[in-house]
């Protein structure tokens, strides 16, 4: 095709053009893209474009055919890219349901006495090796071994009284020492049915 500059596109003309064919084309996109503001788009962008190759055409060539062609092409590339969007978006979504899976499973099977048993029972050990050597000694029968009150009492020759006094020191020395490990009886218990 031979190029006449001196018969180029005018902006009189592509004026006349995109009157006449401006919304005609954003119907046609619109079919496509399903997107009022992206035909629009589309068309509006296919009109720079033809603009913009307006040395190419002389007055006899089919400009409005090159113009629906231009429109078709944008449309195509809005459509493959809102395909590509939605690769991307659906391989993000499905990433985070695994992620979301993953942490119900990770919740699920998570259980807060085992993860404190080990830093629980170094703090209770802690505890009874600082205290007296007799009250340690009930404690431990009382909770280890079984013992009841009357047999501490006996095998240690002190009063029932004092066996009682002394473990309710030690629940409360326990206590306090696990204050951030709630519910403290519950690890309390926990922990000293498996201490020994």
């Given amino acids: ?15 006349s053009i995109y009157s006449e064919y401006y919304t005609r084309l954003v119907i046609i996109a619109l079919r496509y893209v399903r997107e009022k503001s992206a035909a629009e788009d589309i068309v ?35 459509l493959n890219r809102q395909q590509s ?12 349901q695994r992620m979301l899976n993953e942490s119900i499973r990770a919740l699920g099977n998570f259980e807060p006495t085992t993860f404190y048993a080990t830093e629980v029972k170094q703090i209770i050990r802690r505890e009874l090796d600082h205290l ?4 340690r000694k009930i404690f431990e029968q009382s909770r280890f071994m079984d013992k009841t009150y009357d047999e501490i009492a006996d095998e240690l020759g002190i009063t029932r009284r004092k066996v009682t006094s002394e473990i309710q020191n030690v629940l409360a020395v326990m206590r306090k020492a696990l204050a951030d490990y709630l519910p403290v009886y519950a690890i309390i218990t926990l922990i000293m049915n498996n201490l020994h």
């Fill in 1 to 15: 095709m031979e190029i006449l500059y001196d018969n180029r596109l005018t902006s009189a003309e592509l004026s």
């Fill in 132 to 135: 007296p050597e007799q009250t």
């Fill in 44 to 78: 509006t962008d296919s009109f720079v474009s033809f603009w913009e190759h307006r040395d190419k055409f002389t007055r006899e060539d089919n400009k409005i055919g090159y113009l629906l062609t231009i429109v078709k092409n944008n449309c195509m590339n809005y």
């Fill in 85 to 96: 969007f939605h690769k991307i978006e659906q391989h993000l979504s499905s990433e985070k």
